[in-house]
């Protein structure tokens, strides 16, 4: 009789300790579930606003270099030979310029803003003629109230797009190739250049004649 109660008192303790585990695991799941679940609306402001603000340099330096560059073709002098390259790097030297501006994150009191590696720029010259892409890792934590984000990583990099200007288009004859047929000068975003016959008239792989 005394064995029986002994077991009896053993069973109970393991279903007091089952069910402990049980309840335990679930406030575990709920908990892992519901931060899934949060949708990107719930990001504050606050934090949403850095990203804004880094962006908004990153296009700042894009449009500079994409004037600075557009100015390129293929005449046997060019200024950016290699136009995806040479219009990442005058991005990256237009940004690096403006870091401590960019970077300054004291006009955000309500956030802790941490830069996690080197900067990384990239252009992209589209299929789309006159378009350039510009992609950005610069992985950025931002904190609030116990909360982290990032920005600027390799999954979500920051992005700029520029068109650049139709006056790129340069009035000249040209063969199926884009190869000139002519001697022609011309200016394009306040530049002088000369074509002559079997010169390339192109910005990249992209024919410009018109």
């Known amino acids: 009789m005394k064995k029986k109660g002994q077991i009896t008192v053993f069973v109970v303790i393991g279903i007091i300790i089952l069910t402990v585990v049980i309840i335990t695991l679930y406030m575990f799941q709920t908990s892992i579930s519901s931060k899934k679940a949060a949708p990107f609306e719930t990001i504050p402001p606050a934090v949403l606003n850095v990203e804004k603000y880094v962006t908004s340099c990153l296009n700042d330096a894009l449009e500079s270099a994409a004037a600075y560059c557009s100015g390129h073709f293929q005449t046997g002098d060019p200024k950016c030979p290699n136009y995806e390259e040479d219009i990442a790097e005058r991005a990256r030297e237009d940004f690096c310029n403006c870091i401590p501006e960019c970077t300054d994150f004291s006009m955000f009191p309500d956030v802790e803003v941490e830069i996690k590696e080197d900067l990384n720029i990239k252009a992209i010259l589209t299929g789309k003629k006159g378009i350039v892409k510009i992609i950005m890792e610069y992985p950025i934590l931002v904190k609030k109230r116990g909360d ?41 975003l306040g530049i002088l250049f000369t074509f002559n016959p079997g010169q390339k008239v192109a910005i990249g792989a992209n024919c410009i004649a018109c």
């Not at 999954?155 to 797009?161: G, H, I, R, T």
């Not at 520029?162 to 340069?170: A, N, P, R």
């Not at 047929?181 to 200016?187: G, H, I, L, M, Y």
């Open 148 to 188: 982290e984000y990032f920005f600027g990583t390799t999954e979500s990099p920051f992005f700029a797009q520029h068109t650049l200007k139709q006056s790129s288009c340069v009035p000249i004859i040209t063969d199926g190739n884009c190869i000139a047929q002519e001697s022609k000068t011309v200016e394009v």
